[in-house]
């Protein structure tokens, strides 16, 4: 069961964190991924986190901007949102691969969360 938190609205240039906390399952034992689903679009990727936390891997949009980290003893992973564009509006959700290896396409991961809206205003 994962849940996302920390979505909201904020002026573009600003900053969020979201959150994805796992209960019911070991963080660790899991890559995660962040995706987000734009107005009227496809859900895309946006970051993934190996489950070790040394690898990490980003969509070409969001590198320099967003960053992706893991804290084990609490179970959550977390994506650090910078410079925010209104582009960057959409619901982000986290996601969790059983499977070694970072994955990019939805394909790759066994659990979802509900997601968290974020938008941002220009």
């Known amino acids: 069961h994962l849940v996302e938190s920390g979505g909201g609205l904020v002026q573009a240039g600003g900053s969020l964190r979201l959150s994805c906390a796992a209960s019911?399952?070991?963080?660790?034992?899991?890559?995660m991924g962040w995706f987000r689903q734009p107005p009227s679009k496809e859900r895309e990727f946006v970051a993934a986190?190996?489950?070790?936390?040394?690898?990490?891997y980003y969509e070409p949009s969001v590198k320099g901007r967003f960053t992706i980290s893991g804290d084990n003893a609490r179970n959550t992973v977390y994506l650090q949102m910078n410079s925010l564009k209104p582009e960057d509006t959409a619901v982000y959700y986290c996601?969790?691969?059983?499977?070694?290896?970072?994955?990019?396409?939805?394909?790759?991961?066994?659990?979802w969360g509900q997601g968290t809206q974020v938008t941002v205003s220009s």
């Open positions: 996601a969790a691969r059983r499977l070694y290896g970072l994955g990019v396409t939805l394909e790759a991961y066994d659990y």
């Open positions: 019911g399952r070991t963080f660790s034992e899991y890559n």
């Open positions: 986190i190996s489950r070790s936390g040394d690898s990490t």
